[in-house]
């Protein structure tokens, strides 16, 4: 595992079938979160796009639209950042080797900028579980202007 996945103990789980309109589940809980943090806006809409990303991958491309397939989404605030992990049931997938967004052969295509935005959104990012299980780290200082 990497640092960020390290002694983590997460405050609060949820998990739910993989159907996309359970996103709402994770919105309510980055909701909640920031509010109970104190999380500055600069950083929310970075951690509610990034987020709902990962879940978004975790039901379509990880475990298919498989209502009996699950996603878990857990968080832990540790020291000055908030640790956000999102797993679904699903074989993995090489996220060292994805197709460029921004290449100009992809710049159209409708997909395949998740992962993108993550590691442009986030901290940090680091994937587990070959892939199956993403962890995200976001600071909490506010953006200096």
């Known amino acids: ?16 079938p993989s159907q996309a309109e ?4 994770v919105e309510k809980l980055i909701d909640e979160v920031c509010a109970r943090s104190n999380v500055h806006e600069s950083h ?7 987020l709902t990303e990962a879940v978004n991958n975790a039901i379509h ?8 397939r699950r ?7 540790k020291d000055d950042a908030i640790i956000f992990m999102v797993g679904d049931e699903g074989p993995g997938f090489d996220h060292d080797h994805l197709p460029d967004p921004t290449d100009p052969e992809n710049i159209e ?3 395949g900028r ?6 442009a959104l986030a901290d940090k990012v680091e994937f587990t579980d ?16």
């Open 130 to 145: 070959n892939g199956a299980t993403v962890v995200m780290s976001f600071g909490l200082a506010p953006v200096k202007e």
């Open 109 to 111: 295509k409708p997909h």
């Open 61 to 68: 491309h990880g475990n298919r639209q498989d209502p009996e």
């Open 71 to 77: 996603v878990v989404v857990g968080y832990e605030v």
């Open 44 to 50: 929310y809409g970075n951690i509610l796009i990034a």
């Open 114 to 119: 998740g992962v993108f935005l993550m590691r």
């Open 22 to 25: 359970n996103i709402h589940l």
């Open 1 to 16: 595992m990497g640092a960020l996945t390290d002694d983590v103990q997460f405050t609060e789980r949820i998990d739910f």
